[in-house]
Structures are given as structure tokens and as C-alpha cells.
């Protein structure tokens, strides 16, 4: 054993490093469902930066030190509250904020967001099936992106008034009628943020041929 460790004390070496990396600096995250869409769509593989909000240690929730501070709009990866499973949302509630949903829009601090339709779309629901998707533009401060709503799904449509308090965020899916969000599990504390997704890396056809989808290949979110 002694002399298998000094024979590859290099790739030991590379490996440790590169976990360390990956669990403290920049990491990657494959998108596993439709939850984001249609900002992000299944096969997807997006990069995420660990040291956009905190220096932690690393395998741990420790923070060491804050770095940046997370932003309404914010796309970003995290352990889930109720169960510790990563997942990726989007910050819509920062700490301090009042925030509520009536009938499926967002209201913050008093003020609605705006909404713009877009268009109309056909999305896949997973087991060969589809269903119309309502696409808008949600604006708030002066922050926009583009959600969907998908007609005849039983999702939690009203919420709040609550205030944010201080190191949590409210996190929402793009796809508002097709995500298990802080509506569900409730706030996210700061300490279970992971990193900003920040960029699409790769990204195939999960659900189809399995072809490379180069025309999201580096494409930055928003």
C-alpha cells in the first residue's frame, strides 16, 4: 500500500485537489427536471461559481468569510431546507423584503411586478404528453426574466404577506406552475447557499435524441 501511494502520490495529489476545488470554488450542476425552463432545460449543465457569496470550508456549510452578496434575479444552487437535496432556483425575495403572491404574481414591498406576454409554447410534461405554456416577462426593481405558467396545474398560487428575515431568501422556479420551491419548503437560510450559476456549459437532449444543443454551449444567464 505504502508503495502503490508513493508510485501515484501525483494523481493523489490532482485528485484531492480537484475535489477541493469543486467543493470551494467552482463546481458544475446538471439540470434534472423542468423546473427552471425556459431559461434552463433539462440536459443542461451549468457552471456555478462557490465563491460568488462565501468562502467556506470545504465539504462543510462553515463560512469562513463573506465574499459578494446575493441579488434579486440571482440564479443560483443550494441544499434544499427540508431535506438536503441540491437544487437550482432563482432569488425573487431578498432579506428585509415584504413579498406575497396573489392569483400567481409576485408582489415585493407593496409593489407588482410586471408582467409582459410573450408567447404561447408546447411543453413536455415527461411521459409523452404536452401542455400549452404561457411564457412572460416578470420585471421587478430592475430586474427581468422570462417565466411560464402552465394552465391546469394545482400549485401554490397565494402566499404572504411574509418578511424575509435576516440571511434567508425566498427562491422560486422560472417554471412557476411545475417547481417545488419556497412555497413548499420555505425559506432558505444563507449558510445553504452553494454558488451563483452563472453560465451554461454543455447541454444535450436529455429527453429526445441525446444530440448536443450547441447553441446553448457557453450561453451566460440572466
Known amino acids: 500500500m505504502k508503495n502503490w501511494i508513493c508510485r501515484n502520490r501525483g494523481l493523489i495529489a490532482f485528485v484531492l485537489f480537484f475535489g477541493l476545488f469543486r467543493t470551494s470554488v467552482a463546481d458544475w450542476n446538471p439540470i434534472p427536471s423542468g423546473s427552471m425552463r425556459p431559461n434552463l432545460l433539462e440536459g443542461d449543465v451549468v457552471f456555478v461559481n462557490r465563491l460568488a457569496f462565501d468562502l467556506k470550508i470545504p465539504l462543510s456549510d462553515l463560512i469562513v468569510a463573506r465574499v459578494g452578496e446575493p441579488g434579486r434575479g440571482d440564479i443560483v444552487t443550494f441544499s434544499s431546507p427540508s431535506n438536503g437535496t441540491r437544487l437550482i432556483k432563482r432569488i425573487v425575495a431578498l432579506p428585509g423584503d415584504t413579498v406575497e403572491m396573489r392569483n400567481k404574481l409576485v408582489i415585493i414591498n407593496g409593489q407588482q411586478a410586471q408582467y409582459i406576454p410573450q408567447d404561447t409554447v408546447q411543453e413536455p410534461l415527461g411521459n409523452g404528453a404536452k401542455i400549452n405554456a404561457f411564457r412572460v416577462s416578470e420585471r421587478t426593481d430592475r430586474e427581468q426574466h ?16 411574509l418578511v424575509v428575515p435576516a440571511d434567508h431568501f425566498l427562491m422560486l422556479g422560472d417554471n412557476r406552475d411545475n417547481s417545488a420551491d419556497s412555497r413548499y419548503f420555505g425559506l432558505v437560510p444563507r449558510h445553504l447557499l452553494i454558488g451563483r450559476a452563472e453560465r451554461i456549459l454543455v447541454s444535450a437532449d436529455i429527453q429526445g435524441n441525446w444530440l448536443p444543443r450547441f447553441d446553448r454551449f457557453g450561453q451566460r444567464l440572466n
Open 146 to 161: 422570462r417565466i411560464q405558467w402552465m394552465p391546469g396545474f394545482t400549485t401554490r398560487d397565494n402566499f404572504g404577506p
